[in-house]
């Protein structure tokens, strides 16, 4: 539909043949959190067969609610620890860093889990100086640990970490996105107001 609309304007005598076409409808999937003893599970698994850095990035995860693109690009300088709240302007998708989803930067609210699991980076990324580093924002704070590198995508948290912890916790499968709506559900749960928790993970 783009690319006709795009034609069209360039153009100019070309009739848009998408014209009077409704798109097909389309029912995205639910939400399906883990439990928290899932998750706890999980992350158990993590910590005991892979390595601290996974298991800091989905204890990061679980702890904030943020979109996987958002997390493999955080970088030290995005972290406010005096107010205890990290800035999340920035995504990257196939290897390239792209604004947010919905081009309104945030600030999410830590708690003390998620401090902590950036506690555990620091040894790793917060400092040194590699081909990584920002001149304004440091280094990315997450990385892989297979390759020493900061992660570009999804792929690997998931294969190399993630589904082998839900399969010997015992767990059905669920991708690693719903580490956000696990905290989405927690933090309902808890008795969060909803639209605290909308602001942070950063919805419409």
């Given at each position: 539909r783009g690319v006709f609309?795009?034609?069209?304007?360039?153009?100019?005598?070309?009739?848009?043949?998408?014209e009077g076409i409704e798109n097909s409808k389309h029912q995205a999937p639910p939400p399906d959190p883990l439990s928290s003893q899932e998750m706890e599970l999980v992350l158990g698994e993590i910590r005991a067969h892979g390595d601290l850095r996974a298991w800091a990035y989905f204890e990061f995860?679980?702890?904030?609610?943020?979109?996987?693109?958002?997390?493999?690009e955080l970088r030290w300088g995005d972290v406010?620890?005096?107010?205890?709240?990290?800035?999340?302007?920035?995504?990257?998708?196939?290897?390239?860093?792209k604004p947010l989803k919905t081009y309104n930067a945030r600030d999410v609210?830590?708690?003390?889990?998620?401090?902590?699991?950036?506690?555990?980076?620091?040894?790793?990324?917060?400092?040194?100086?590699?081909d990584?580093?920002?001149?304004?924002?440091?280094?990315?704070?997450?990385?892989?640990?297979?390759?020493?590198?900061?992660?570009n995508d999804e792929r690997s948290q998931r294969d190399t970490f993630w589904r082998p912890a839900l399969r010997r916790a015992g767990i059905?499968?669920?991708?690693?996105?719903?580490?956000?709506?696990?905290?989405?559900?927690?933090?309902?749960?808890?008795?969060v107001n909803?639209?605290?928790i909308a602001r942070q993970m950063g919805h419409k």
């Open positions: 609309a795009l034609a069209g304007r360039t153009l100019k005598k070309l009739d848009d043949p998408m995860a679980f702890m904030t609610g943020m979109r996987p693109e958002e997390l493999i406010d620890w005096r107010a205890g709240s990290i800035l999340v302007q920035r995504a990257k998708t196939a290897g390239e860093v609210d830590l708690v003390a889990r998620a401090v902590a699991a950036l506690e555990t980076m620091k040894p790793w990324t917060m400092v040194g100086s590699t990584d580093t920002d001149r304004a924002l440091g280094r990315r704070i997450f990385e892989n640990p297979v390759t020493d590198r900061a992660w059905r499968w669920r991708r690693p996105y719903q580490t956000r709506h696990t905290y989405a559900a927690n933090a309902l749960m808890a008795g909803p639209a605290y």
